[in-house]
C-alpha cells in the first residue's frame, strides 16, 4: 500500500490479515476517493442475521455503534470467501458506495459509512430498511392490490391514488438522481426500498454512472456486466446507450409492476426472447387491475416505452403528471404494515 494511504488508513485498521488483504486488493486510486469521515472500525459494527442476497453481495442486519448509541443498520458484503474476490469486484462494490455519499433525499438511499478492516470483504454500510423491498411488499400484498371491475370505485379510486403515490414517491427520488447527473440503470421495484415510516428509497447503484457534463454513457453489451433485459430500454439492448430517458423507460416498467402487484414484465419469456419483442415494438399490456386507468397506462407507462428517446417525458414531467393525477385524489398506501 502507498505511504500515504497507511498514513490515512492506519488509525482505522485493527491488527488483521485478511483486512490488510482486502486492503493491499483494493485499487489505490479508489481508496483515495473515500473520504475519512465515512471510514468505520470493525468494532463498532456488529453483523447479525442475513436479510438478502443477490448474485455477487449479501446483506445482512447489523449494529452501529457510536455515540453511546446502537443504531440497526444494513451491512453489504461480497459473497464467498477472500481468494474468490477481485480487485474489480471490491473496486465495484465501493464506488457504488461512493455515488451514494452526497445523497440526500427523503426518496433515495443514503450512505452511512465504510467499514475497510473487517475482512475479507469491505462493508457497506447503509441504513436499515424495515420494510425490506417494494417488489416483496407487491408480491405479498398482490391479493389487495389488484381491483377486479367489481370492485367498488370508490374503493378502485382509493387503491388507484395509494399506488399512484408509490410512484410519485419513485419518480421523486429518480428526478433528483437525474439531477445529480445520475443514471441508475438498473431501476426496478426489486431496487426500491421501504423504511420504518412506510417512504419509497430509490437503492441499490450497483450500475449507476455519473454522467454530468455528458449526454450519455456507453456500455458494450460484451462488458461482462449482467444487465436487467426486462427492464431496458431499446436503445440500451441495441446500442449499448444509458441516458435520463433509459431510466424512464425503467420507470414505466417500475410502474407496471407497482400496479400488477409485482409481477415480472415478460413474465414466461427468455431474455433472448425480451430483446427481440422490443426491438419489434412489442409494448407490455395494460396490467388487469381496475385501478389502473388509461391515464397511467397509455399516457404514463406507454409514455414511458416511446421508440424514440425524445418522445419520452423527462423525470421532472412524470413527477408533475402524477402529482396531476394525484391533486384530486386521498389516500396513501401503508406500507408499514
Known amino acids: 500500500m502507498a505511504f500515504e494511504m497507511e498514513i490515512r488508513l492506519r488509525p482505522m485498521l485493527t491488527s488483521s490479515n485478511n483486512a490488510e488483504i482486502c486492503l493491499n486488493k483494493i485499487d489505490q486510486e479508489v481508496l483515495k ?6 471510514l468505520m472500525k470493525k468494532t463498532h459494527l456488529k453483523i447479525l442475521d442475513c436479510v438478502g442476497q443477490g448474485e455477487f453481495a449479501k446483506v445482512y442486519k447489523g449494529h452501529y455503534y457510536i455515540d453511546s448509541q446502537c443504531i440497526t443498520v444494513a451491512v453489504k458484503a461480497l459473497k464467498g470467501t ?41 462493508l457497506i454500510v447503509l441504513p436499515y430498511m424495515e420494510g425490506g423491498s417494494l417488489l416483496k411488499y407487491l408480491i405479498k400484498n398482490r391479493e389487495n392490490l389488484m381491483a377486479c371491475t367489481s370492485t367498488d370505485d370508490d374503493e378502485i379510486n382509493q387503491l388507484r391514488s395509494q399506488l399512484l403515490s408509490v410512484c410519485l414517491q419513485i419518480g421523486k ?18 431496487n426500491c426500498m421501504i423504511d420504518e415510516h412506510g417512504n419509497i428509497k430509490v437503492a441499490d447503484f450497483g450500475l449507476s454512472k455519473d454522467v454530468s457534463g455528458n449526454v450519455y454513457f456507453r456500455q458494450g453489451m ?73 391515464d397511467i397506462y397509455q399516457k404514463t407507462m406507454l409514455k414511458c416505452w416511446e ?20 391533486s384530486n385524489s386521498v389516500g396513501y398506501l401503508d406500507l408499514t404494515k
Open 33 to 38: 476517493n473515500i473520504p475519512y469521515a465515512l
Open 307 to 326: 421508440r424514440d428517446p425524445n418522445e419520452r417525458p423527462t423525470f421532472a414531467q412524470v413527477v408533475t403528471d402524477i402529482d396531476t393525477l394525484l
Open 173 to 190: 427520488g429518480m428526478q433528483y438522481l437525474a439531477g445529480k447527473g445520475l443514471i441508475h440503470r438498473d431501476l426496478a421495484a426489486r
Open 82 to 122: 477472500l481468494d474468490r474476490y477481485s480487485s474489480e469486484s471490491m473496486k465495484e462494490l465501493i464506488e457504488e458506495s461512493l455515488v451514494m455519499k452526497d445523497l440526500q433525499h427523503p426518496n433515495v438511499m443514503g450512505l452511512i459509512g465504510i467499514c475497510l478492516d473487517a475482512g475479507p470483504s469491505p
Open 222 to 294: 460484451s462488458s461482462g456486466v449482467k444487465l436487467p433485459i426486462k427492464w431496458m430500454a431499446i436503445e440500451s439492448i441495441e446500442d449499448g446507450i444509458f441516458t435520463e430517458k433509459t431510466d424512464i423507460w425503467s420507470f414505466g416498467i417500475t410502474v407496471w409492476e407497482v400496479f400488477n402487484g409485482g409481477k415480472t414484465p415478460y413474465g414466461g419469456f427468455s431474455p433472448t426472447c425480451v430483446k427481440t419483442m422490443i426491438s419489434d415494438g412489442y409494448k407490455l399490456e395494460a396490467p388487469s387491475n381496475s385501478a389502473c386507468n388509461d
